[in-house]
């Protein structure tokens, strides 16, 4: 089984009664995007709205530059090593 990545929690934590699934169960205790998904997003859009860096970059090369900056906040607030 693979090591669950350290995505520094919910972005936007709420309430375990509101994280229900559809048949009715809770789900994770907690809802959302994670931070990790959050901070990748914001790298994304300014990657995204710069056309220099966009079209320098296809679209795998993007995410994975996203994912690598998402990464380096996550280590600034020191969630992961």
């Keep these: 089984m ?7 929690g919910p972005a936007y934590p709420i309430p375990v009664e ?3 699934d559809c048949h ?12 990790r998904d959050w901070f990748a997003g914001m790298a994304l859009q300014g990657y995204t709205a710069n056309p220099e860096t966009c079209s320098r970059l296809d679209n795998v090369t993007t ?8 990464d380096a906040m996550l280590k600034a607030r020191g969630v992961i090593d």
Excluded: F, H, P, Q
């Design 18 to 20: 509101a994280d229900v």
């Design 63 to 70: 995410a994975k530059l996203s994912y690598e900056a998402a």
């Design 2 to 8: 693979s090591e669950k990545i350290k995505d520094g």
């Design 24 to 35: 009715g169960r809770y789900a994770n205790g907690y809802g959302g995007m994670s931070l």
